[in-house]
């Protein structure tokens, strides 16, 4: 299954939804779509929040692709965050302790909440 990402701006957070599989297949491809949306997660510029709610599966070769998409964002002074991460991505995020490098929340609510009132308030009246 090909990974599909979509996107929304709430106020100064952009969301990035990311549906189905990142494996060794296509993380080169999700590298290639993700990348373009950080450009502007920066210092004064937006934050980014990974919407993981409808990835079924990451593997290794997904997180190298998120690694380096922190660093890039670490980098700008910009700030990148994963959100609803299902059962088995949250597993596979624990077992190879990637939790303690990449910020978590329960929820896009969650996530916003932290990053931007304004974002959360966006959200919030749809």
Known sequence: MPVHVTTKHFAD???????????YVNAEEF????????????????????????????SSAGLRVLIIAAKQAHAAQGKLVAATLQPVVREIFEISRFTLVFDTHESLQDALRELSPAALSALQSG
């Open 31 to 58: 590298r290639a779509v993700l990348m373009p949306h950080l450009k502007n997660c920066r210092a004064g510029g937006d934050k980014v929040v990974l919407d993981m709610s409808r990835m079924e599966y990451i």
């Open 13 to 23: 957070v952009l969301v990035v939804a990311v549906e189905g599989r990142v494996d």
